[in-house]
């Protein structure tokens, strides 16, 4: 068998990365509900510090092996990106305390209306017609979900809330 070129060794790592992206965020959504709703574990904060550190490390590890780069950011751009990814986190963990998996994922897949919505009010673009099809292919699927999942309740709704709309800013603002 001949070595494999550099860009399949690249498109081999990306697919890799992106499984293990999918299975761990899975994962850890899977993990987290079963602490909340079968164990009764309420600190939706603890757990979200828990990720932090365990991230952290992680990118420790990873820029000491060379697998990632240090970035800077100005500290008013850190600054905004840090209040708005722990308020997106904790939001969502929140979420994910007082409501159904299915509802969380339908927070998650709101985002991108939202991120979109920001856009085209603040940036005044404009979409074409494809991906305004696909965006409402995204807006029928959370309709679907919403009839079919009613577990959902005021203060989760609320966190779910203010989770989406955190996930947005921080994703419009970097």
């Known amino acids: 068998m001949a070595p494999a070129s550099k860009a399949d060794r690249k498109a081999a790592l990306d697919v890799a990365s992106w499984m293990f992206?999918?299975?761990?965020?899975?994962?850890?959504i899977i993990v987290n509900k079963a602490l909340m709703?079968?164990?009764?574990?309420?600190?939706?904060?603890?757990l979200t510090g828990l990720h932090f550190a365990m991230t952290t490390l992680i990118t420790f590890v990873l820029r000491w092996l060379g697998y990632i780069q240090?970035?800077?950011?100005?500290l008013p751009e850190l600054l905004k990106f840090v209040l708005f990814a722990n308020f997106s986190i904790v939001g969502?963990?929140?979420?994910?305390?007082?409501?159904?998996?299915?509802?969380?994922?339908?927070a998650k897949l709101s985002m991108i209306p939202v991120s979109c919505?920001?856009?085209?009010?603040l940036d005044k673009i404009r979409y074409s017609r494809d991906t305004k099809l696909s965006i409402g292919v995204v807006l029928l699927g959370v309709?679907?979900?919403?009839v079919t999942d009613v577990s959902v309740n005021k203060t989760g709704f609320i966190a779910a809330?203010?989770?989406?709309?955190?996930?947005a800013l921080q994703q419009y603002v970097n």
């Open 21 to 28: 992206n999918v299975v761990t965020s899975v994962g850890i």
């Open 37 to 46: 709703a079968t164990y009764g574990f309420s600190f939706a904060t603890t």
């Open 70 to 74: 240090p970035s800077h950011l100005p």
């Open 92 to 106: 969502m963990n929140v979420s994910l305390m007082w409501n159904s998996v299915g509802f969380y994922q339908i």
């Open 117 to 121: 919505f920001l856009e085209v009010v």
């Open 143 to 146: 309709a679907v979900c919403t």
């Open 161 to 167: 809330l203010v989770a989406v709309w955190s996930t």
